[in-house]
Structures are given as C-alpha cells and as structure tokens.
C-alpha cells in the first residue's frame, strides 16, 4: 500500500472533473440540482452530503483503515454521534482520565437516557475487565490522555472490550492518524476532534468518526443526516489542506515536545513531567509499541505549586494562553481552570488533574526559542 505520507499529500488532489483544477473548489450551494424529482444526483441537500466532506470523510477514513467515516461539526459531535446508535440504559466503560468536555457530555447522556455509565482507569487491565461486565454496550478511551498523557494498551483493552461484547471506541485527538491508528489495534471506532492535530492551522472545529464495519458507519452517517451533525463545507475544505501537512507537523511537534519534555524533566523547579517519550514514563513501553510518535502535547507540575504555574502560564511569550492542542502555534493551558473545568473538583483528583497541573502543546517554533521562553519564565518565578 502506498505510504502514509504520500496518502495524506494527495488526499482530494486532481478530484475536479469539471475544471481540473488540482485542488478541487470549494462547493458551498446548500442544495443540488435534480434532473427528475424521483432520482437524486450524487448529491441533493448539503445536510446529508457534499463534495467536500465526503472527500474529507474518504481521505481520514483511508489513512485510519476504516471501511468508512462521518465527519461532523466538532469533535464533541464525534463523540456524541457515537452514543446515538446505543440503546437506551445501555452499559458503557469510559476512561476515567477522558477530556473534560467528553466526560460532561457522557454525564448528561447518562442521565437523560438512563446509560449504566462507569468510569475506570483503561490503563489497569484489571479495573477495566472488572468495569466490562457481560452485555457492556461500549469501552471508551482515550489515549495518551488528555491532559496527563496516560497510555491504554489498545491490544489488550480492546481484547477485553470484545470478550465482554462491547465494541471499542479510541479517541484518538491527542495523536491524530499520523501517530496512532487504533484500528490496527483491534478498536473498532476512532474518532477525533479534527480542530486538533488533524487540521493543525486553529482556525476551524470539526470532528470525525471512523468505523471498522460498514454497516455501523451507514448507521452513524444516518443519524448525522436525520440529526444535522455533518461538518460545514469550508471547514471540510481546510481541513482537507491541512491534513496534507499532517505527517509533517506530527513529526516536527512531537521532536519539539520531546526536547521540551527531557529539558523540564532535568529542572529543579519542576516536579514531575507527563510524556510517554520519556523512558520514565509508567506507558513508554506501550506508547513505544502501538504509536508511530510521541506527539506534541506534554504536562507538568512544578515544585512551587498552584499559583506559580498560574503565573508561569501567564509569563510566556511564544506559548498562547488559550485550551487548545496539537496547532501550528504553540500554546500554554492550565487544563483545572480551562478545558477539564467542567468536572467536579472529585473526578478531576480521580483523574489525576490537580490544579497546579500546567500543559503544552507542542507547534512549529524553533525548539530553542521555545526552550529560552520556558527556561526564563521557570527562572522569574
Ligand atoms: N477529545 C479530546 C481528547 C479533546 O481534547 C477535545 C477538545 O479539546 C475533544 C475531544 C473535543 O473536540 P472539539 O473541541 O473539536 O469539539
């Protein structure tokens, strides 16, 4: 098969067949035309389908393996797409340590449909078979996780998923296809938050759903259809430019993120570095097995605690304040205050998010300039 490089850099290359243009145009008619009201064309109403989200849905769908793919307005509508197609009161297995929003929409779902939902540390093989009872709906991880880059072994955990007849779902945002393909890996969904590394340009949200078996990936693109979740066309086509660089990026962020992650770790102000990069880390061995790349996004603690990290966060110059990850530009969050805000200060110390806890992505600045702002920031505390 070709490389995964080359995939990327042609995904939707010499698709027009009316201009030959080489990057196809942007189609942003809500409808399309029928010759006979009886038979639709390739595409009728941009709701259910359009040219540039399929192209995007087929390029993501072959770089992950998957029979086919749904690509939606957000990697929340990702994630939720996913729980449409299981049945009231259904049992699902999530990661404790998931992201923030994921765990408040996981929550809410639980109450409104009466899910039987349980939280367990995926990275103990043990808890988690313990969590999976017969007649479990779905597993769900998330790995590394976000923020503290905690690995799953995918083999074993979606072994243990199929045992107790529970499909396995792997958000894969932290990594993106380029990095982790869990498919390989016996999961039968991934999925992504598109915003992330994907698109890697910060300047669109969308999501994607990508499914071993047609017949769940018909399912998924109906309910996305029946309830609007598809992604918007200009968005479709960023992402499309951006995912031609992918490979590129997640290569260079995740070098980036190492040096980062090896320089913090031998500073005394620092107390503890999360990355799987680093030998010391609890899921290197694993991360070494089922990832093709480290990835650009790390987490630490420093010895001074809760508002020295606030004021660390504040101090850079080339790391923006603000809760996103795996962009071109380089970003600084406190992941307590900002994205896992929304669970109670309970979960957040089940999953390990204390509130001195600081977290960087990775981007494309050059690594000692990036090093030199940490370094002085650490050195003014
Ligand atoms: N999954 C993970 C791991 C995330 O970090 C995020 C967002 O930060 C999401 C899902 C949700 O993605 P979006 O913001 O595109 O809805």
Not at 96 to 123: E, I, N, P
Not at 354 to 365: I, N, P, Q, Y
Request: aromatic fraction near 6%; include cysteine.
């Amino acid at each position: 098969m070709t490389c995964f490089s080359t995939r990327a850099a042609r995904a939707g290359i010499n698709a027009d067949p009316v201009h030959g243009a080489v990057v196809a145009p942007v189609s942003l008619s809500a409808a399309y035309r029928r010759d006979d009201p009886a038979v639709p064309g390739p595409f009728d109403y941009a709701r259910t389908a359009h040219p540039g989200r399929d192209m995007l849905a087929r390029a993501l769908a072959d770089l992950d393996g998957a029979a086919g793919a749904v690509v939606t307005g957000s990697g929340m509508a990702a994630i939720d797409l996913v729980l449409n197609d299981l049945p009231n009161g259904a049992r699902i297995v999530c990661a404790h340590d998931c992201y923030g929003g994921a765990r408040r929409l996981f929550d809410a779902r639980a109450r409104q449909r009466g899910f039987d939902l349980v939280y367990a540390d995926c990275t103990d093989l043990d808890a988690l078979a313990r969590a999976l009872e017969p007649g479990a709906a779905l597993a769900f991880f998330e790995t590394p996780s976000n923020p503290r880059l905690r690995v799953t072994d995918l083999k074993a955990a979606t072994a243990l998923a199929r045992e107790a007849g529970a499909l396995s779902a792997v958000d894969n945002t932290v990594l993106s296809p380029a990095l982790q393909r869990p498919l390989e890996h016996g999961a039968d969904i991934t999925l992504a938050s598109i915003t992330k590394l994907i698109n890697g340009h910060s300047d669109m949200v969308g999501g994607v759903v990508c499914v071993r078996d047609g017949e769940l990936a018909e399912r998924l693109a109906w309910w996305a259809n029946a309830a609007g979740t598809g992604g918007a066309a200009f968005d479709a086509f960023l992402a499309l430019r951006g995912l031609r660089t992918l490979p590129v990026r997640a290569r260079v962020q995740s070098e980036t993120a190492g040096v980062l992650a090896r320089r913090l770790a031998a500073h005394k102000a620092v107390a503890r570095v999360d990355y799987p990069g680093l030998t010391g880390h609890p899921g290197h061995e694993i991360a070494a097995r089922q990832q093709d790349g480290f990835g650009p996004l790390l987490s630490f603690e420093l010895h001074a605690g809760t508002d020295a990290a606030r004021a660390l966060a504040r101090g850079l110059t080339f790391f923006t304040l603000a809760q996103s990850l795996g962009g071109v530009e380089s970003l600084v969050s406190i992941p307590a205050l900002m994205t896992h805000a929304a669970m109670s200060p309970q979960a957040r110390a089940e999953a390990g998010v204390g509130d001195g806890l600081v977290r960087l992505s990775a981007g494309l600045e050059d690594v000692e300039d990036l090093w030199t702002d940490l370094d002085a920031a650490l050195a003014a505390l």
